[in-house]
T-cell receptor, first 114, second 114 residues
Framework: DAMVIQNPRYQVTQFGKPVTLSCSQT?????MYWYQQKSSQAPKLLFHYYDKDFNNEADTPDNFQSRRPNTSFCFLDIRSPGLGDAAMYLC?????????????FGPGTRLTVT | AQKVTQAQTEISVVEKEDVTLDCVYETRDTTYYLFWYKQPPSGELVFLIR??????QNEISGRYSWNFQKSTSSFNFTITASQVVDSAVYFC???????????FGQGTRLTINP
């Protein structure tokens, strides 16, 4: 089945130790998103790629970076994780620009910072 | 600015009861899209429905139905004959023309008790 895949599902990292979360999709969607979701809150958009164009949200900390080497893959890099970065990280895709505007989400990666 | 308000933070009902989740939105766009997502305890956001601003027809899908009223800027979601498996957090969301970014409401935690 076509889907959005996130690895790993659970990630534990140490304070200040760089970590990379990955997302892949088989939907061939042109837009990929990264969201941060903390407990009992709505998902918060960090950034998104429209094809190769990177779009950063104004309030996304510099500590968060992203790479999209090709259509199928997108990575979230947290350069120096702090305790406040512990959250669920959700990747999503959409075919915006091709008439398909709903976003499809992966299962998420739950990040713990020790 | 766009905004989505889900005034009900938590709802708890007994199985087989009908339940309606409210969603009120604000936007200045003439073309916009409304969505409902379900987030079960596993954490993955599951797409339920998309509605375009120019299509006010109500929709029914099994036990789920949606009532879109532009006059009151509302997009309410009703579950008929609720089941325990319906227990989840439900998010209403809005995107504007271009449809690249979602604005989420704060979510409603629905608990269906046996």
């Amino acid at each position: 089945d076509a889907m959005v895949i996130q690895n790993p599902r659970y990630q534990v990292t140490q304070f200040g130790k760089p970590v990379t979360l990955s997302c892949s999709q088989t939907l061939n969607h042109n837009v990929m998103y990264w969201y941060q979701q903390k407990s009992s809150q709505a998902p918060k958009l960090l950034f998104h790629y429209y094809d190769k164009d990177f779009n950063n949200e104004a309030d996304t900390p510099d500590n968060f970076q992203s790479r999209r080497p090709n259509t199928s893959f997108c990575f979230l890099d947290i350069r120096s994780p702090g305790l406040g970065d512990a959250a669920m990280y959700l990747c999503a895709t959409s075919g915006a620009g091709t008439g398909s505007y709903e976003q499809y989400f992966g299962p998420g990666t739950r990040l713990t910072v020790t | 600015a766009q905004k989505v308000t889900q005034a009900q933070t938590e709802i708890s009902v007994v199985e087989k009861e009908d339940v309606t989740l409210d969603c009120v939105y604000e936007t200045r766009d003439t073309t916009y899209y409304l969505f409902w997502y379900k987030q079960p305890p596993s954490g993955e956001l599951v797409f339920l429905i998309r509605r375009n601003s120019f299509d006010e027809q109500n929709e029914i899908s099994g036990r789920y139905s949606w009532n879109f009223q532009k006059s009151t800027s509302s997009f309410n979601f009703t579950i008929t004959a609720s089941q325990v498996v319906d227990s989840a957090v439900y998010f209403c969301a809005l995107s504007g023309q271009g449809a690249q970014k979602l604005v989420f409401g704060q979510g409603t935690r629905l608990t269906i008790n046996p």
